[in-house]
């Protein structure tokens, strides 16, 4: 019978740990390779994310800086970041080649940061805020941008941070001016976004002509999931409602899209990252420097679900603003007081608890009633043919109202209450019936 003897215990031992020794060393050393190339790999796609990173943010900045130059930086060399607040203003225009005015900023809104009591303002100023423009006089604030463009390329959003500055006494540390296709590209990125709604809402007139969003737009009570389609719609839509709550519909959007561009699956989804990055480098312009927005991506990471305060500036009855009507025709918004006294001190204390207790959104039916602006230019050129033609409602402190046609009938309408209980009703007919009391 054969056997093995294990008598010599020590001369077996080191045949067999010489055998084990072999094949640990083997797999350490794949295990090297595997780790040497992963890490090779790695750095390869970091390499390529910074580079398409620095050459993206380069691209959208007006700056001459890149990603490099932040190195010797720190949080505290973004401006605004020594004082505990920052503030950024987000413009949003038609963009080339769209009709109805594409360099018309009808989304104002300034986006302001206080990093250490963890929270964020977003107020929203209305496009038809009457405003002297530096340079060219009495306009609305919308027309800011375009006048500002007009002067050299990215000249607009200096210009628009110049008025808002002028209307709500904030230093404006930034200005980030996208276009609708950037809002439509980079919510279908995303795989859309959930918007709650408390009510159903609908847009019936305004699309109709235009054969956009359907012609009739339409969304249901609820969480609401937009495509970048619908997004865009729901931010536009506002004849059946108003430019007042259009802009916190707006808000509600743009809050939707930070949450789901943060969120740790949108992050870590490379491709996802890469169309994001390639959107917005063709539809986004900014005055921050390169190195700045990674800074600012930093400070606002370390904020842990922030709380957000909305304010919509508005002519309703507790409003600051009250509509008027320009000298060509147009509809406007003035501020109530003769000045921007009361807009620039809520804007200064919004982050006061008791300021923010005190904005409530007014409900339906509360805001001044009125029309769809008439066009500028058309305006004036029938003023200037001898013919203009004006249909404006004016709301002023005496409760009048009055209502001018070109044709120059005129039909008022007054009715005032004197110590003497005494009715009058004029007509421009010159029929005069007067009763006494």
């Known amino acids: 019978m054969a056997f093995y003897s294990f008598d010599n ?66 949080e505290d060399d973004v401006k605004g970041m020594k004082d505990g607040r920052i503030n950024v203003l987000l413009l949003g225009e038609r963009g080339s080649n769209m009709p109805g005015g594409d360099l018309l900023t009808d989304t104002i809104m300034v986006m302001s940061i206080k990093p250490d009591d963890n929270k964020v303002a977003m107020i929203s100023i209305p496009r038809d805020l009457y405003v002297d423009i530096p340079g060219y006089g009495a306009h609305k604030i919308n027309e800011a941008n375009s006048r500002g463009e007009s002067e050299g390329k990215d000249k607009g959003m200096e210009k628009a941070k110049q008025v808002v500055e002028n209307v709500t006494g904030l230093p404006i540390h930034y200005v980030v001016l996208g276009n609708f296709e950037a809002l439509r590209e980079v919510v279908n990125t995303l795989g859309g976004v959930t918007v709650h709604l408390d009510k159903p809402f609908s847009e019936t007139s305004q699309f109709v002509d235009g054969g956009e969003c359907g012609g009739v737009f339409s969304l249901p009570a609820g969480d609401v999931k937009l495509d970048g389609n619908t997004a865009l719609c729901y931010s536009r839509a506002r004849y059946n409602s108003n430019d007042f709550d259009r802009a916190r519909r707006q808000q ?69 603003l009250y509509s008027s009507v320009s000298d060509i025709g147009a509809y406007i918004l003035l501020p109530k007081g003769g000045n921007f006294d009361k807009i620039k001190e809520v804007c200064q204390n919004i982050f006061d608890e008791q300021a923010v207790q005190s904005i409530v959104p007014p409900q339906d039916g509360n805001y001044e009633n009125v029309q769809e602006p008439i066009d500028p230019d ?52 010159k029929n005069d019936n007067k009763k006494k009391n």
Request: aromatic share 6%; hydrophobic share 30%.
């Open 9 to 74: 215990t020590d001369s077996n031992k080191s045949k067999f740990s010489g055998l084990f020794k072999k094949d640990a060393d083997g797999k350490r050393k794949k295990l090297k390779k595997v780790l040497v190339a992963a890490g090779v790999v790695i750095l390869l796609l970091g390499g390529l994310f910074y580079w398409k990173a620095s050459a993206i943010l380069s691209k959208i900045s007006t700056g001459n800086s890149n990603l490099l130059s932040g190195l010797l930086k720190n």
């Open 252 to 320: 509600d959007v743009i809050v939707a899209i930070k949450e789901k561009a943060l969120s740790i699956g949108t992050l870590a989804d490379f491709s996802k990252v890469n169309d994001l990055a390639d959107t917005i480098g063709d539809n986004v312009r900014t005055t921050t420097e390169p190195w700045e927005m990674q800074k600012l991506f930093g400070i606002y990471q370390k904020m842990q679900n922030p709380g957000i305060i909305h304010k919509v500036f508005d002519n309703s009855q507790n409003g600051l």
């Open 378 to 429: 058309k305006v004036k050129k029938k003023k200037d043919n001898g013919n203009s033609n004006t249909n404006a409602q004016s709301v002023t402190n005496s409760n009048s109202n009055k209502n001018s046609n070109s044709n120059s009938n005129k039909n008022s309408n007054s009715n005032s209450n004197k110590n003497g209980n005494s009715n009058k009703n004029s007509n421009s007919n």
